[in-house]
């Protein structure tokens, strides 16, 4: 396996447009992490699954984002009218679920809202 | 609020020389620790993981962690450019079945030959 994947590399849109990201974990890996990331900054975390289930998510999350992890393999990620201060860089992570376990990063997704 | 600090840096540092990067954390219950290298405009890709006091190797990496000051630290031996980056500290707390790291905002190193 290759690692965690995401898709779109880049998205650039319009304010008030929805978008859309993927992410595909490692195979073996049952929990899934979404950060953003803006420069400077270190990843900030929104939300986390393990398997199916949505466990976590931030508070400072606004109603406006979305994800899910339909039969616990890939996971997406939505907003719905985008911001500009939507735009960050969107991170997947993926991890084994082991109680000491690592988390291992996809590529991510850089997004523009114009 | 869970707080991870760095020094934002740039550390500047000639190749071949060792590189130290230092990381506190704020919350005590804190029990795994881990450093990110994140080279400009990708993705932050593991370094170490470090879950007892003391130190933990790997080639020329080594971290050290010391619970009782609540900080954690990358020591960079023989220092190449292509270790120019900037690391992020993580940190976690194990209990209450949260499995969701705090990262500091990273320490942006340079070495130069």
């Known amino acids: 396996d290759t690692g965690v994947s995401q898709n779109p590399r880049h998205k650039i849109t319009k304010r008030g447009q929805n978008v859309t990201f993927r992410c595909d974990p490692i195979?073996?890996?049952?929990?899934l992490y979404w950060y953003r990331q803006t420069l400077g900054q270190g990843p900030e975390f929104l939300t986390y699954?393990?398997?199916?289930?949505?466990?976590?998510k931030s508070r400072l999350l606004s109603d406006r984002f979305s994800a899910e992890r339909p039969k616990g393999s890939f996971s997406t990620l939505e907003i719905q009218r985008t911001e500009q201060g939507d735009s960050a860089m969107y991170l997947c992570?993926?991890?084994?679920?082991?109680?000491?376990?690592?988390?291992?990063f996809g590529p991510g997704t850089r997004l523009t809202v114009l | 609020q869970k707080e991870v600090e760095q020094n934002s840096g740039p550390l500047s540092v000639p190749e071949g020389a060792i590189a130290s990067l230092n990381c506190t954390y704020s919350?005590?219950?804190?029990?795994?620790f881990f450093w990110y290298r994140q080279y400009s405009g990708k993705s932050p890709e593991l370094i170490m993981s470090?879950?007892?006091?003391g130190d933990k190797e790997d080639g020329r990496f080594t971290a050290q962690l010391n619970k009782a000051s609540q900080y954690v630290s990358l020591l960079i031996r023989d220092s190449q450019p292509s270790d120019s980056a900037t690391y992020l500290c993580?940190?976690?707390?194990?209990?209450?079945?949260?499995?969701?790291?705090?990262f500091g905002r990273g320490t942006s190193l340079i070495v130069h030959p």
């Open positions: 992570a993926s991890s084994l679920g082991a109680v000491r376990d690592e988390q291992f």
């Open positions: 919350d005590r219950g804190s029990q795994s």
């Open positions: 470090i879950y007892s006091n």
């Open positions: 195979s073996e890996h049952n929990r």
């Open positions: 699954f393990q398997n199916e289930a949505q466990l976590e």
């Open positions: 993580a940190v976690r707390e194990e209990g209450g079945g949260s499995y969701i790291p705090t």
